[in-house]
């Protein structure tokens, strides 16, 4: 490479990440979910269709970006999660899979539209971990393009649907449980959650790739994180936000680079079929909200918010505002969450298997 080529491909870069961190911000204040994913990803496609100078994530900080995500998930789960579900898990398990086999159906129904294949149907349709799915659906043969905009479309749905429906159908009253909501842990403090995040992606990755696990580098990860936290060797450490949020942006960026403009048409032709898809899943997804109440003996509103497929922290922010069970909507979606990024790679498998 020339050093003209490699200049401008640096000023191209720099200028993006410039771009990237004010649409970050920018989103952050406007209160979307997931900032650092939506900058990455509208600096990236707004690069890829205006400029000439090509410029790619190198595979490196991708692979670096999907385990600092996994450790983010994995540390989710914790003793407290698993003993809200309790007795419950059964209905718990049904409502879960259930989910799961919502989403595979829609997205077949997606698929229907010319173009997307089954694998990024489904992918683009999975009820829950938008961000994981999305980081490993190029991994698993799926359009990330596709499979990113229909994922956070549909959470930002939720996020906008959610309180009002909550309110309007499930009589919850915004402040209602400000005075119930317990203080927040104090971790024990940024170098420890370094340690902890860098230990956990290193083992994970090392180990899901000796043992050739899909997607090595989410999983592994993850898996890791969450048997660092159920063992009690954790001692509360988490990710730090500042890392978190740079696996997003690079994560947005990477697939905000690769779009093209025909993808845009793509996504377009699809988007009122994939509309009308999300919004029957959404609806669906309530009418498991009303099963697990029942059975659960759980409150209606609780039900609805556990099994709310996306937006987990808008669930849990209009969970503990509203005085509903946080622990308990908490534990059913982080095991939905887990549930869906460990089936993945065999959903996928099973559709190439199909297909061929």
Do not use: H, K
């Amino acid at each position: 490479m020339s050093d003209g080529r490699r200049w401008r491909q640096l000023r191209a870069g720099v200028s993006l990440m410039v771009v990237a961190l004010g649409l970050t911000v920018a989103f952050n204040i406007a209160g979307l979910p997931s900032a650092a994913l939506f900058g990455g990803l509208v600096a990236g496609l707004v690069y890829a269709l205006g400029l000439t100078t090509p410029i790619r994530v190198p595979s490196s900080a991708g692979t670096a970006a999907q385990a600092v995500l996994g450790v983010t998930v994995g540390a989710l789960v914790d003793v407290e999660t698993l003993r809200a579900v309790g007795e419950n898990w059964p209905v718990v398990l049904l409502v879960t899979v259930a989910t799961l086999a919502l989403s595979v159906a829609t997205g077949l129904v997606l698929q229907l539209q010319r173009g997307i294949s089954p694998v990024t149907g489904v992918f683009a349709m999975i009820a829950g971990g938008a961000s994981g799915i999305t980081a490993m659906a190029r991994d698993l043969g799926a359009d990330d393009r596709m499979v990113a905009v229909l994922q956070y479309l549909r959470v930002l749905l939720i996020v906008v649907l959610m309180p009002v429906v909550a309110a309007t159908v499930y009589g919850a009253s915004a402040g209602a449980g400000t005075a119930l909501a317990p203080p927040a842990p104090q971790g024990p403090g940024w170098p420890a959650d370094l340690l902890f995040t860098a230990a956990c992606a290193v083992v994970g990755l090392v180990v899901a790739r000796l043992a050739r696990v899909p997607v090595a580098s989410l999983l592994g990860p993850m898996l890791a994180a969450a048997v660092a936290v159920l063992a009690g060797i954790s001692d509360g450490a988490t990710v730090p936000d500042a890392l978190a949020n740079a696996a997003f942006l690079v994560i947005g960026l990477q697939v905000g680079v690769s779009f093209t403009r025909s993808s845009l048409r793509l996504i377009g032709r699809a988007m009122p079929l994939a509309l009308v898809l999300i919004l029957a899943l959404i609806v669906a997804c309530a009418g498991l909200g009303v099963l697990l109440s029942e059975v659960a003996g759980v409150s209606p509103l609780v039900g609805y918010l556990a099994t709310t497929p996306g937006g987990l922290y808008a669930v849990l922010a209009t969970a503990t505002d509203s005085g509903a069970d946080a622990v308990f909507v908490l534990a059913v979606q982080v095991l939905r969450l887990f549930v869906m990024l460990l089936g993945a790679p065999l959903i996928a498998a099973w559709l190439r298997a199909d297909r061929a």
